[in-house]
């Protein structure tokens, strides 16, 4: 759940669904207190159409009907009396003119006749509960006071009170809310987001892959133009790294190969030196170069090739390296790991370092182990470890130790430059510490990384 939230696609969803509630929440606001009003202008036309026949009634009455007609219109909500004096005595206040105008028509549109209205809201007097606290704006009310001047000189006083309608969701908007917000993130929100998301995930792979040193196919440019422009990008990006490395690979490969005949010759002219200890030395430091151009050979051809990337599980490949080499080491076996790699290149690398522990540590001991997002395979020794100062120092090509990796003992000093650019290609790092009990520990750090995943489908 936390992770589709924090992806684009899922952000951009909860930021639309917040939009639209907010604006459905405002419109249903004003929805309400637009029927407030209309609720609240009718019952006021409605007390002044009655309190118009009522006037009519008194002025063609009879003076000894008149209480009856009083008593016959009265209501819980609306009261009439007869008065010398109006109780309203000034001219209309609170938007009164619409309900002066409805009973001035009513009553035959005399411009003579006074006719006073007051409007003002008050609140209802509740028990002070914490409940009906709460309640106390949905309780308020319009008090309407009318004052009519009959034609006999006397005056017909209207009192009428109604109460604000209660605040009410309709549930057909709630409903027209939900099918709104279906309809937009699915038919186009969705569509559009696929559009946005799909491609950036693809580039996404894509670079983690290219990281790693696998071959990538060129994506291809679909989605907005924003979109295209940072495939098109990534795509320009990838050819052109592929070839640089291709062609330093290649000159490499090539420089390693034209050394050979000159160095051969080399050897041939050295035998042939007459003096005993100038010749050793000659062949001994011809045979030297050869082991590293050959290990540089080796390397630039092992790099040039195209091997593919297979998944597979750590356990028994390591297994299977224990059984392949001439020296034992000891491996202890954890849970079932997969890693993807590329099978030769990678068992080159941990050969290169498997071996130094055998020759300067005396033995090997590997273990493995793994977090959320990585890979670790440790391999110990018993050794003397090396200083502090050099443990970086040992990765550089044709560095090696003398007090503790002497010449004779053999090595080029290219294996550990060897096996942390294989992999360091791999997305992977590779780290050396000298452990407490004694001997050197070597840290071979690996992206935890399933197959990937089946694409999603283009869309144009």
């Given amino acids: ?25 405002i419109s249903l606001w004003l929805f309400v207190d637009e029927r407030g009003l209309a609720v609240r202008a009718a019952l006021g036309f409605e007390a002044a159409g009655r309190a118009a026949n009522v006037a009519l009634l008194l002025e063609e009455a009879p003076e ?21 004096i109006p109780v309203v005595d000034h001219k209309n206040h609170g938007d009164g003119g619409a309900v002066e105008a409805r009973v001035r028509g009513l009553l035959g549109g005399a411009k003579v006749r006074e006719i ?3 409007l003002h ?77 799909g491609p950036l995930l693809r580039v996404s792979r894509a670079a983690d892959r290219l990281g790693r040193g696998e071959a990538v196919d060129p994506l291809p440019l679909i989605g907005p133009s924003e979109v295209r422009g940072l495939t098109l990008a990534f795509n320009r990006m990838q050819a052109r790294l ?47 170069m050869q082991e590293m151009v050959d290990t540089t050979l080796a390397f630039g051809r092992g790099m040039a090739s195209a091997e593919a990337y297979e998944t597979v599980e750590l356990g028994a490949y390591l297994k299977q390296l224990q059984a392949d ?38 033995e090997a001991n590997v273990t493995f182990r793994h977090d959320a997002e990585h890979v670790h395979v440790l391999v110990a020794d018993n050794g003397p470890g090396i200083p502090e100062a050099e443990l970086e120092q040992v990765f550089e090509p044709f560095f090696r130790l003398e007090k503790s990796r002497s010449r ?47 694409e999603e489908g283009n869309m144009s």
Avoid at 342 to 353: E, K, S
Avoid at 421 to 450: D, F, Q
């Fill in 1 to 25: 759940m936390l992770r589709a939230i924090d992806s684009l696609r899922g952000q951009i969803v909860l930021l639309i669904i917040a939009a639209l509630a907010v604006a459905q929440t």
């Fill in 64 to 84: 000894s009907l008149q209480q009856a007609i009083l008593r016959a219109a009265n209501s819980p909500l609306v009261r009439f009396d007869l008065s010398d």
């Fill in 116 to 118: 006073r209205v007051e």
């Fill in 121 to 197: 809201e008050v609140d209802l007097a509740v028990p002070t509960t914490p409940h009906l606290a709460m309640m106390r704006g949905e309780l308020s009310a319009i008090e309407m006071q009318l004052s009519i001047a009959l034609i006999g000189g006397q005056w017909l006083n209207v009192g009428t009170r109604f109460e604000r309608p209660p605040l009410q969701w309709p549930w057909a908007s709630i409903v027209s809310f939900g099918i709104t917000a279906a309809i937009i993130l699915l038919s186009t929100c969705w569509f559009l987001l696929t559009r946005l998301t």
């Fill in 242 to 288: 592929t070839r640089f490395v291709a062609d330093r690979t290649r000159l490499l490969a090539a420089l390693g190969h034209d050394l050979r005949s000159p160095l051969t010759a080399m050897r041939v002219r050295a035998e042939m030196v007459e003096e005993d200890e100038t010749r050793e030395s000659l062949v001994s430091s011809v045979q030297e």
């Fill in 325 to 362: 080499m001439i020296d034992h080491f000891s491996l202890e076996a954890a849970d079932s790991i997969r890693v993807r790699l590329r099978p030769q290149t990678m068992r080159r690398a941990l050969r290169n370092i498997i071996e130094n522990a055998q020759r300067y540590g005396g």
């Fill in 408 to 454: 004779e003992t053999g090595g080029t000093g290219l294996g550990l430059s060897i096996a942390r650019t294989i992999i360091r290609a791999h997305g992977g790092e590779v780290t050396l510490s000298n452990r407490v009990e004694g001997g050197l520990l070597v840290t071979v750090t690996l992206p935890l990384e399933a197959e990937p995943k089946q």
